[in-house]
């Protein structure tokens, strides 16, 4: 066949797939994407598992070692027959939190670290980029196996030179449906719609070669399997310690498997689908498997020896004159090839443009303080870009490794490399505790152990690692021997390197995990993943159906008010042409909408509520946290403003109280002038009147004279009285009374005062019960000022009591240095409404002149008592008017004055 | 989906789709475990297993996790009808990393 026909068919091909791609994303423009969405289309996508090495390697692998190619598919299928543990819990997570890649993944389950997201990347690099060189080589190789004429022998015979051309129409491909637009989910409904087509492609190719073999070379399935058994080698026998360990590896191995990760958890548009692959992928991966042992079987007994059994599935129809079965075969694998290569540097190139680039370009931005301006198309240029460097990197593997030796390996060594994902990935969905110190202290030892012992060596002795090392070890210790460490010898290399890195990295991430301190993101994120069913609707019951522009526009109207909501709506509509107030919900709509929105309330909030009406997002932990974040700072700020006013108010309170109390002390003063002026005025009244009546005396006799002139007379010394107890008051109240202290004998205090008081009305006869002997105290006060308080209560008893024949009880009592003495008469005593009263200036509470008195009697008493230390109080319930007067013994100067201010 | 007359059934059917998540739980366990029987196995003649016995047997067994897996998951698949409609999923509500 002519190397022009290939190259056309090829051309073809991809135009066939560029076709159905672009196809497939005008329908899920036009959203009748509903056959793009079925379970049909994300089984079949599923089947980039089964790459070129997988097409072509798995019958070279069968030739070699028999039944254990099978391994590669059956610990899949157990992953999938057991979805129900693992993989729907995955697909869950990654759907509910719009997980980008299984860096994403694993970052943000363990607190967002970018650390986390770095190293899984470069992980998946060195891993993924050898297995991209593997693709190119297959379909390098199977170029030159395919082309048979001279002409073309130096284009055609040039591997590099193919898988140069192929890296780029890749590139080219992966770039234009890859990076179409920045979903937010993530989804490339283009690429999934061709690889489905691929993996019809690659299935029905195996499977023609395969009828063909088992029903046109052999005599039906009884016929090969006698074949079969009669081709087996020694080393078909299946040997446990692989067998087992393959099958644990392929198993882990779908779950790590970047490219894997992106169509079976990033890809996946509705948890049910994974119900249908759960048995539809095995199947499929039955049907690709079933007819490569027949294969190789006939193609080493029909294939002259020396045959490289990694070709057979071409070569075998090729030689048996099939050439249109080996076209077939040939686009087989060039669609398993470039499937895996297009998802592969898609997932890769996601991570890079997330993990490494991108970041690191914002903190250059963020550094030289630049603004970051739109993202959109910088992620989508780091996208192109990362997605050419992941093919180059490819290619230059290619080119350097050369030969076909180092690569045919390198499809398991990528599975043990991936592998070192699955401790932090299962600590990930199931144990809580998992922290992200553990989980890049695993990947890292893992992914170094790995390294050491299988990716380094693989190379060959002495191209990286040196021969010495790989024979005697590490610094010449020989358990440090890449391929026996510890001494464990009886492994082959890949299991000993899956043991080791898988041991070592579970033990690290445990430790880590053990004894690190998780941040608080990283244990709500840790709480999201682990407890995903816990709370079922939660995150869906915010992915309402897409936001109405009303409801948006009422919920704008909320937070910047009714007139700056419409103005912007109205502007927003006129700027997509449309008249009203209602414009089309486009993204760009939103983000301005966003912005001015975070003008009133924030960011994170504004963020957070726009993701909310438009329906099309969980709210992410960081957004809840920085609206905390957010919400705390305006609590701070009200509590300050709190705390402000109500220093306000508590000194706006004081100030009325304050007010309150100078009102209350001018009524008073009014109140006591105009007192004081009655009572003057009263005797000076009638000292005019009577003096006026002398003037005139004409008509008076001397005995009215005399009457008149001591009417006068009395009247003077009542008002002398008045002014001396005035002045007394102010004296006293002013705290400028000279006190003379001096001991003195209480009972003739009493005595004397008693005596005094005699003089007031004296015509009424007073009882007075005393006990002498509780009197004889000796007390150090001023006796001339006590006296006088004892005369005043003992004056008004006489005054006011109102018994028939009264009663004046004293009693004297000591309470340490205490002395009370109650005076305690039988009349009927004060009215309690009076009580609060008796003490105030002029307060008397019966007529003036029946008194005799201007009312400052007990104000003057309260006062002495409190310049003596003591205090005299109204004591109600004893039967009649009681005083109790109560001053220290001893009294010692200066006077504790209570409440002098007053 | 649920008749009005289902009711005194409704707790025997959570626990029927209780006990088929378990043995959705089971099933790649004893899966493993057939898997491997081919290492226990030799022809007691020649000392080695027959590659193409040992190959009908493996793709049996395959066929059967294939069929059971199948036969629970139409089960299975009423656990995901309650709750979830597909989510529109159109709209980028400010993605940018």
């Given at each position: 066949?002519?190397?022009?026909?290939?190259?056309?068919?090829?051309?073809?091909?991809?135009?066939?797939?560029?076709?159905?791609?672009?196809?497939?994303?005008?329908?899920?423009?036009?959203?009748?994407?509903?056959?793009?969405?079925?379970?049909?289309?994300?089984?079949?996508?599923?089947?980039?598992?089964?790459?070129?090495?997988?097409?072509?390697?798995?019958?070279?692998?069968?030739?070699?070692?028999?039944?254990?190619?099978?391994?590669?598919?059956?610990?899949?299928?157990?992953?999938?027959?057991?979805?129900?543990?693992?993989?729907?819990?995955?697909?869950?997570?990654?759907?509910?939190?719009?997980?980008?890649?299984?860096?994403?993944?694993?970052?943000?389950?363990?607190?967002?670290?970018?650390?986390?997201?770095?190293?899984?990347?470069?992980?998946?690099?060195?891993?993924?980029?050898?297995?991209?060189?593997?693709?190119?080589?297959?379909?390098?190789?199977?170029?030159?196996?395919?082309?048979?004429?001279?002409?073309?022998?130096?284009?055609?015979?040039?591997?590099?030179?193919?898988?140069?051309?192929?890296?780029?129409?890749?590139?080219?491909?992966?770039?234009?449906?890859?990076?179409?637009?920045?979903?937010?989910?993530?989804?490339?409904?283009?690429?999934?719609?061709?690889?489905?087509?691929?993996?019809?492609?690659?299935?029905?190719?195996?499977?023609?070669?395969?009828?063909?073999?088992?029903?046109?070379?052999?005599?039906?399935?009884?016929?090969?399997?006698?074949?079969?058994?009669?081709?087996?080698?020694?080393?078909?026998?299946?040997?446990?310690?692989?067998?087992?360990?393959?099958?644990?590896?392929?198993?882990?191995?779908?779950?790590?498997?970047?490219?894997?990760?992106?169509?079976?958890?990033?890809?996946?548009?509705?948890?049910?689908?994974?119900?249908?692959?759960?048995?539809?992928?095995?199947?499929?991966?039955?049907?690709?498997?079933?007819?490569?042992?027949?294969?190789?079987?006939?193609?080493?007994?029909?294939?002259?020896?020396?045959?490289?059994?990694?070709?057979?599935?071409?070569?075998?129809?090729?030689?048996?004159?099939?050439?249109?079965?080996?076209?077939?075969?040939?686009?087989?694998?060039?669609?398993?090839?470039?499937?895996?290569?297009?998802?592969?540097?898609?997932?890769?190139?996601?991570?890079?443009?997330?993990?490494?680039?991108?970041?690191?370009?914002?903190?250059?931005?963020?550094?030289?303080?630049?603004?970051?301006?739109?993202?959109?198309?910088?992620?989508?240029?780091?996208?192109?870009?990362?997605?050419?460097?992941?093919?180059?990197?490819?290619?230059?593997?290619?080119?350097?490794?050369?030969?076909?030796?180092?690569?045919?390996?390198?499809?398991?060594?990528?599975?043990?490399?991936?592998?070192?994902?699955?401790?932090?990935?299962?600590?990930?969905?199931?144990?809580?505790?998992?922290?992200?110190?553990?989980?890049?202290?695993?990947?890292?030892?893992?992914?170094?152990?790995?390294?050491?012992?299988?990716?380094?060596?693989?190379?060959?002795?002495?191209?990286?690692?040196?021969?010495?090392?790989?024979?005697?070890?590490?610094?010449?210790?020989?358990?440090?021997?890449?391929?026996?460490?510890?001494?464990?010898?009886?492994?082959?290399?890949?299991?000993?390197?899956?043991?080791?890195?898988?041991?070592?990295?579970?033990?690290?991430?445990?430790?880590?995990?053990?004894?690190?301190?998780?941040?608080?993101?990283?244990?709500?994120?840790?709480?999201?993943?682990?407890?995903?069913?816990?709370?079922?609707?939660?995150?869906?019951?915010?992915?309402?159906?897409?936001?109405?522009?009303?409801?948006?526009?009422?919920?704008?109207?909320?937070?910047?008010?009714?007139?700056?909501?419409?103005?912007?709506?109205?502007?927003?509509?006129?700027?997509?042409?449309?008249?009203?107030?209602?414009?089309?919900?486009?993204?760009?709509?939103?983000?301005?909408?966003?912005?001015?929105?975070?003008?009133?309330?924030?960011?994170?909030?504004?963020?957070?509520?726009?993701?909310?009406?438009?329906?099309?997002?969980?709210?992410?932990?960081?957004?809840?946290?920085?609206?905390?974040?957010?919400?705390?700072?305006?609590?701070?700020?009200?509590?300050?403003?709190?705390?402000?006013?109500?220093?306000?108010?508590?000194?706006?309170?004081?100030?009325?109280?304050?007010?309150?109390?100078?009102?209350?002390?001018?009524?008073?003063?009014?109140?006591?002038?105009?007192?004081?002026?009655?009572?003057?005025?009263?005797?000076?009244?009638?000292?005019?009147?009577?003096?006026?009546?002398?003037?005139?005396?004409?008509?008076?006799?001397?005995?009215?004279?005399?009457?008149?002139?001591?009417?006068?007379?009395?009247?003077?010394?009542?008002?002398?009285?008045?002014?001396?107890?005035?002045?007394?008051?102010?004296?006293?109240?002013?705290?400028?009374?000279?006190?003379d202290?001096?001991?003195a004998n209480l009972r003739k205090l009493i005595d004397q005062a008693i005596t005094s008081s005699?003089?007031?009305?004296?015509?009424?006869?007073?009882?007075?019960?005393?006990?002498?002997?509780?009197?004889?105290?000796?007390i150090?006060t001023d006796g001339g000022r006590l006296t006088q308080v004892f005369i005043n209560i003992l004056s008004?008893?006489?005054?006011?009591?109102?018994?028939?024949?009264?009663?004046?009880?004293?009693?004297?009592?000591?309470?340490?240095?205490?002395?009370?003495i109650?005076?305690?008469?039988?009349?009927?005593?004060?009215?309690?409404?009076?009580?609060?009263?008796?003490?105030?200036?002029?307060?008397?509470?019966?007529?003036?002149?029946?008194?005799?008195?201007?009312?400052?009697?007990?104000?003057?008493c309260?006062?002495i008592?409190?310049?003596l230390?003591?205090?005299?109080?109204?004591?109600?319930?004893?039967?009649?008017?009681?005083?109790?007067v109560?001053f220290?013994?001893?009294?010692?100067?200066?006077?504790?004055?209570?409440?002098?201010?007053? | 989906?649920?008749?009005?007359?289902?009711?005194?059934?409704?707790?025997?059917?959570?626990?029927?789709?209780?006990?088929?998540?378990?043995?959705?739980?089971?099933?790649?366990?004893?899966?493993?475990?057939?898997?491997?029987?081919?290492?226990?196995?030799?022809?007691?003649?020649?000392?080695?297993?027959?590659?193409?016995?040992?190959?009908?047997?493996?793709?049996?067994?395959?066929?059967?996790?294939?069929?059971?897996?199948?036969?629970?998951?139409?089960?299975?698949?009423?656990?995901?009808?309650?709750?979830?409609?597909?989510?529109?999923?159109?709209?980028?509500?400010?993605?940018?990393?």
């Open positions: 066949m002519s190397f022009n026909l290939l190259v056309l068919t090829c051309l073809a091909y991809v135009a066939l797939l560029f076709a159905v791609a672009s196809l497939a994303e005008r329908s899920a423009e036009d959203g009748r994407a509903g056959w793009l969405r079925s379970p049909l289309v994300y089984t079949l996508s599923l089947s980039v598992y089964c790459t070129a090495w997988t097409f072509y390697g798995a019958v070279g692998y069968a030739a070699r070692s028999g039944l254990e190619f099978m391994t590669i598919y059956l610990g899949p299928t157990l992953v999938f027959v057991g979805w129900w543990v693992v993989l729907r819990k995955l697909v869950r997570i990654g759907r509910e939190n719009r997980v980008t890649s299984i860096a994403d993944f694993i970052s943000s389950r363990y607190g967002k670290s970018n650390l986390l997201g770095v190293i899984v990347t470069l992980l998946c690099i060195s891993a993924g980029t050898p297995y991209i060189a593997l693709q190119l080589q297959s379909i390098a190789q199977s170029f030159t196996v395919f082309v048979t004429d001279i002409d073309s022998a130096p284009v055609a015979g040039d591997r590099t030179l193919i898988a140069l051309w192929v890296a780029m129409g890749l590139a080219f491909f992966t770039i234009v449906f890859g990076t179409r637009n920045l979903d937010a989910n993530e989804q490339h409904h283009g690429v999934v719609t061709a690889i489905a087509l691929e993996a019809v492609v690659k299935l029905v190719a195996l499977l023609a070669v395969g009828v063909f073999v088992v029903w046109g070379v052999a005599d039906g399935p009884a016929d090969m399997l006698a074949r079969i058994d009669a081709q087996a080698l020694p080393e078909w026998q299946i040997q446990p310690g692989r067998w087992t360990g393959l099958i644990l590896l392929s198993a882990i191995a779908i779950i790590t498997l970047p490219r894997m990760f992106q169509v079976l958890v990033v890809e996946n548009v509705n948890d049910k689908h994974l119900a249908t692959a759960s048995w539809a992928f095995p199947t499929y991966m039955f049907a690709i498997s079933l007819f490569v042992l027949p294969i190789a079987a006939i193609g080493m007994e029909l294939m002259p020896a020396g045959a490289n059994p990694d070709m057979f599935v071409m070569t075998l129809p090729l030689a048996l004159g099939r050439d249109d079965l080996a076209l077939l075969a040939f686009l087989g694998g060039f669609s398993a090839a470039t499937s895996m290569v297009i998802v592969a540097s898609l997932a890769l190139a996601t991570m890079v443009s997330n993990h490494i680039v991108v970041p690191l370009w914002l903190r250059l931005r963020t550094a030289q303080g630049q603004d970051t301006g739109d993202m959109r198309l910088l992620v989508l240029n780091v996208r192109r870009l990362s997605i050419s460097i992941v093919l180059g990197l490819g290619y230059l593997y290619y080119t350097l490794s050369g030969g076909s030796e180092a690569l045919a390996a390198i499809g398991l060594i990528a599975f043990v490399g991936v592998a070192q994902i699955l401790p932090a990935l299962l600590g990930a969905l199931f144990w809580r505790g998992a922290s992200r110190t553990g989980a890049a202290l695993g990947l890292v030892a893992g992914a170094a152990i790995w390294a050491y012992t299988l990716l380094l060596p693989s190379f060959g002795a002495g191209i990286i690692l040196p021969a010495h090392v790989m024979a005697d070890g590490l610094l010449g210790l020989p358990w440090l021997r890449p391929y026996s460490l510890f001494g464990l010898t009886t492994l082959d290399p890949l299991l000993h390197a899956l043991f080791w890195s898988l041991l070592v990295n579970a033990l690290a991430f445990c430790l880590g995990s053990f004894l690190s301190f998780p941040s608080p993101i990283e244990r709500v994120q840790g709480a999201l993943f682990v407890n995903i069913y816990d709370r079922p609707g939660l995150a869906r019951s915010w992915s309402r159906p897409m936001a109405q522009a009303e409801d948006l526009l009422s919920m704008a109207q909320r937070i910047i008010g009714v007139k700056s909501a419409q103005g912007f709506f109205q502007a927003q509509a006129a700027a997509q042409g449309k008249a009203g107030f209602l414009p089309d919900i486009t993204p760009e709509f939103l983000e301005a909408l966003e912005l001015k929105l975070a003008g009133s309330v924030g960011a994170a909030t504004a963020h957070a509520m726009i993701a909310q009406s438009a329906g099309t997002a969980v709210v992410s932990v960081e957004d809840l946290m920085a609206v905390a974040s957010e919400t705390a700072q305006i609590m701070e700020y009200s509590s300050q403003l709190e705390a402000q006013s109500e220093e306000l108010s508590r000194t706006a309170r004081k100030l009325r109280e304050a007010n309150d109390k100078l009102r209350k002390l001018s009524v008073q003063k009014d109140a006591f002038l105009s007192q004081i002026s009655h009572e003057l005025r009263t005797p000076m009244t009638s000292i005019r009147a009577f003096s006026e009546i002398l003037m005139e005396a004409d008509g008076l006799s001397a005995e009215e004279q005399a009457h008149f002139a001591e009417v006068i007379h009395d009247e003077s010394i009542r008002l002398t009285r008045l002014l001396d107890d005035l002045l007394d008051l102010s004296v006293l109240e002013h705290g400028q009374v000279q006190l202290v001096a001991p005699k003089s007031v009305q004296a015509q009424r006869h007073f009882r007075i019960l005393r006990s002498r002997d509780d009197e004889e105290v000796m150090t008004n008893a006489r005054k006011y009591c109102t018994s028939e024949t009264p009663e004046m009880h004293i009693q004297v009592r000591r309470a340490q240095d205490l002395i009370e109650d005076f305690t008469d039988n009349g009927s005593g004060i009215p309690t409404a009076s009580q609060s009263l008796i003490f105030e200036k002029f307060s008397r509470l019966t007529d003036s002149l029946q008194a005799g008195g201007a009312g400052l009697g007990l104000a003057i309260r006062e008592m409190q310049n230390g003591g205090d005299i109080i109204y004591v109600p319930g004893q039967g009649g008017a009681s005083f109790r109560s220290p013994r001893v009294l010692s100067l200066p006077a504790p004055r209570k409440d002098a201010a007053e | 989906m649920k008749s009005p007359r289902t009711p005194p059934f409704l707790a025997r059917d959570s626990y029927r789709l209780r006990r088929l998540m378990d043995a959705a739980r089971f099933l790649p366990i004893f899966g493993f475990v057939l898997l491997l029987l081919p290492l226990m196995r030799e022809d007691p003649e020649t000392g080695a297993a027959s590659t193409a016995s040992e190959g009908v047997y493996l793709f049996a067994i395959w066929l059967a996790l294939i069929f059971g897996t199948w036969l629970m998951s139409r089960g299975l698949r009423k656990v995901f009808d309650e709750p979830e409609k597909t989510p529109p999923k159109t709209l980028d509500a400010g993605r940018k990393d």
